[in-house]
């Protein structure tokens, strides 16, 4: 079985190889400092995890709102009975 899986990646490999217009050098190369850039990204994203998966353990689960509170019975001009103003047109002087 080891020997299948061998064949397969090794043939995986060479197709890949075959496919990429760069010098294999030069692939070797990009590849190596691709996989340098990237390691310490996920080395840094790792405790980044962490801290949020103890913070949504530790902070306080908020409850949502049952009722509508943008409703307009309830706003606190309504309740105190003050008016909405009137939106009557106010005309500009015109200097004459």
Known sequence: MTWVIAQHTRGAEEARRRSCSLPDKIQDVV???HQHALTPVFGYLVPVFA???VLAFVLPE???ADDN???PDTTPAAQSGETEPDNT???APTGQ
């Open 89 to 91: 047109e106010v005309s």
């Open 69 to 71: 509170d943008n409703d």
């Open 51 to 53: 801290l949020g998966l």
């Open 31 to 33: 590849i190596l400092a």
């Open 62 to 64: 908020k409850k949502l």
